[in-house]
């Protein structure tokens, strides 16, 4: 597609629920990034996955994360035993390659809400 | 540590300069960022700057960095209020290619 696109743009779930967002990248982007940002707050780096090496999952805040992506597409990022501090705004982002100076294309978030 | 910071607030009148400054850690970064969000949009791309550059000029906007003192702004010309937004800045570690976001300033125009 044209831009980074995101689903769902919104999601309200109680605590304890998993959930699932995705992203799907502009085609032909090897780097793929997840992000967060809480209400008011900069954007915390979370898991980067480019191509087929290992994804970079050094943000990640807990075992209850994890994200995956098949290839060079669809990425998925899981939170599992949902809790009220994971709400926030999820962001992902791609790029060409980690090398290339363009920067990121981001996508407009999914808005989670733990209740 | 990978801090990267910003003042959280500024306030300008319409017409004037608006300068955001911003602190970043890794001497070894290759690329600075600047990205703009609107209420309620996702990060737009405005500029960057290699770090073998001094400055950058992009019409309305100059990017000046000092690489001596990690330290990196931006500067934008005839402010207008279309350009009250939150401004964030970034940094590419050459390493890991991660870009590490300050905290954002929100850029009030007033009119």
């Known amino acids: 597609g044209a831009g980074v696109s995101q689903s769902p743009s919104n999601k309200v779930t109680e605590k304890g629920k998993d959930v699932e967002l995705r992203c799907d990248p502009i085609?032909?982007?090897?780097?793929l990034y997840w992000y967060r940002q809480r209400l008011g707050q900069g954007l915390e780096f979370l898991i980067y996955?480019?191509?087929?090496?290992?994804?970079?999952k050094s943000g990640l805040p807990s075992d209850r994360f994890s994200a995956e992506r098949t290839g060079e597409s669809v990425s998925t990022l899981t939170i599992q035993r949902t809790q009220q501090e994971d709400s926030a705004v999820y962001l992902c982002?791609?790029?060409?390659?980690?090398?290339?100076?363009?920067?990121?294309?981001f996508g407009s978030g999914t808005r989670l809400t733990v209740v | 540590g990978e801090d990267v910071e910003q003042s959280l607030f500024l306030s300008v009148r319409e017409g004037d300069s608006s300068v955001i400054n911003c602190t970043y850690t890794?001497?070894?970064?290759?690329?600075l960022y600047w990205y703009k969000q609107e209420p309620g949009a996702g990060l737009q791309l405005l500029t960057y700057?290699?770090?073998?550059?001094d400055m950058k000029q992009d019409q309305r906007l100059t990017v000046l960095l000092n690489k001596k003192d990690k330290h990196l702004s931006l500067r934008i010309a005839d402010t207008q209020t279309g350009d009250s937004a939150i401004y964030f800045c970034?940094?590419?570690?050459?390493?890991?290619?991660?870009?590490?976001f300050g905290q954002g300033t929100t850029l009030q125009v007033k009119p």
């Open positions: 982002a791609s790029s060409i390659t980690r090398d290339r100076a363009i920067g990121y294309t």
């Open positions: 085609s032909g982007h090897t780097a």
């Open positions: 996955f480019q191509g087929n090496s290992a994804p970079d």
């Open positions: 890794d001497s070894s970064s290759t690329y």
């Open positions: 700057i290699f770090s073998n550059m």
């Open positions: 970034a940094e590419k570690h050459s390493n890991t290619g991660k870009l590490i």
